[in-house]
């Protein structure tokens, strides 16, 4: 049975207590999200689509003198450090990533203990690497009352992640995690960094579901950088071609465009970015009148885009894609997050919840994936709170009693 929110805080701080002692200075909740079309786009300049989703990481925080501990609970290995963090290769180089874009930026504070968990699994494409960097940027920007704005925050943890963690990610997770709003998706665009937020109604006929495969991967094994490297090479040869156009990225290149990219991988991998681009911008403009069945399509035609222009999608979530889409009432099935493993987001009717499942039943049983299922919703950005003071013990209770005096 699955924990409801209350009893995930009563667990993280039962867990704080035993690894710090007292209480915890402030609470942080971090949401994934599910990037519902726009794959790849991001880093590219162009146009992303996600929404933040109820599935968090939590994290309790409060200040301390100059060491830095932190605790991971989900993993229960903790980690420490003093000064400016050095990468070590785990789990801890995102929050000590942050910890050191925040210091090289020049905020001052003092050091930070930290427990956190959640119920947003690692490795599934829904962000938890972005989530564990916002709450933390989120919980020491709250101790200390650093001057730093929502959109400042994230693209420092996206800093962190680039530079000290490795990975070459574009801003779209920190922006979600950071500035989604319950409700809508949030239309961003990656070069300039403009967004609205774009009505998700669904009404009580339709849900969001998140299939996690169980088919893990990380970025920094999986050919998420060599893409990156696939796209600019596509931009350098255009910029040859076309040395009149103003061509800095895939952003700026259109569909007759790439007749003049010689190369055929780097031809597959624009024109992936070129038609998400069209498709994100449509998506948007869909949504705002209604028309789910409009948008479903086209999450049908961003996985295909995603499994043979980009070849990001794996022959298991490809055979799972394919077996959502043919029951009645699945408006449409995709990859979601970087790729080659991870989740499917699918938009399907009420009625067909119940099939839905079962063609997801088959799967498991022909991959022998773990895979599982759950509906989400569109929620809000990163909150930070006060946690509820600690119940009093005995002893403290009546401590805490007046004294009254007999008659």
């Known amino acids: ?65 100059a060491n830095v501990l932190l605790y991971a609970q989900d993993k229960r290995q903790s980690d420490s450090f003093r000064g400016l963090p050095e990468q070590i290769a785990n789990w801890a180089d995102y929050p000590r990533g942050v910890l050191a874009q925040l210091r090289e930026a020049g905020y001052q504070f003092g050091g930070v203990e930290i427990a956190f968990g959640g119920d947003l699994p690692a490795g599934a494409g829904l962000s938890s690497s972005a989530a564990v960097e916002v709450a933390v940027a989120a919980a020491v920007r709250a101790i200390y009352d650093l001057p730093i704005s929502d959109e400042q925050l994230a693209l420092l943890c996206q800093r962190a992640e680039n530079q000290f963690v490795g990975v070459a990610s574009g801003i779209m ?88 990219i010689d190369d055929a991988t780097a031809l597959k991998r624009a ?38 222009d980009f070849e990001a999608s794996t022959p298991e979530i490809d055979a799972l894609v394919a077996a959502v889409q043919n029951v009645p009432g699945v408006l449409g099935a995709r990859i979601t997050g970087a790729g080659w493993g991870g989740c499917t987001v699918n938009l399907v009717a009420n009625s067909a919840l119940a099939a839905f499942e079962q063609a997801v039943d088959r799967f498991r049983e022909q991959s022998k994936l773990p895979s599982s299922t759950f509906v989400c919703r569109a929620v809000d950005g990163v909150v930070v709170s006060l946690p509820p003071p600690a119940p009093l013990g005995r002893q403290q209770l009546a401590a805490a009693l007046p004294v009254v005096p007999p008659a």
């Open 271 to 308: 024109r992936h970015i070129v038609s998400e681009n069209a498709r994100v911008q449509q998506a948007a403009a869909l949504l705002v009148v209604g028309d789910l069945r409009g948008f479903g399509r086209l999450m049908n035609e961003a996985h295909q885009s995603m499994s043979h």
């Open 173 to 260: 997770d920190q922006f979600a995690v950071t500035l989604s709003r319950a409700d809508h998706a949030l239309l961003l665009d990656c070069r300039s960094l403009k967004y609205q937020h774009v009505p998700l109604l669904l009404g009580d006929n339709y849900r969001l579901v998140i299939v996690e495969s169980g088919q893990k991967r990380s970025l920094l094994t999986a050919p998420y950088n060599q893409r990156r490297a696939e796209c600019e090479a596509a931009v350098a040869a255009l910029q040859l071609r076309l040395p009149d156009r103003q061509i800095t990225s895939l952003r700026d290149v259109t569909a007759a465009d790439l007749s003049l």
């Open 1 to 65: 049975m699955s924990m409801n929110n209350a009893d995930y805080w009563q667990e993280l701080t039962a867990t704080f207590t035993a690894q710090f002692g007292g209480q915890a200075r402030v609470r942080v909740q971090a949401p994934g999200r599910v990037n519902l079309i726009g794959e790849h786009t991001d880093y590219n300049g162009g146009f992303v689509l996600p929404s933040a989703i109820d599935r968090y990481i939590r994290l309790l925080a409060r200040p301390t003198p």
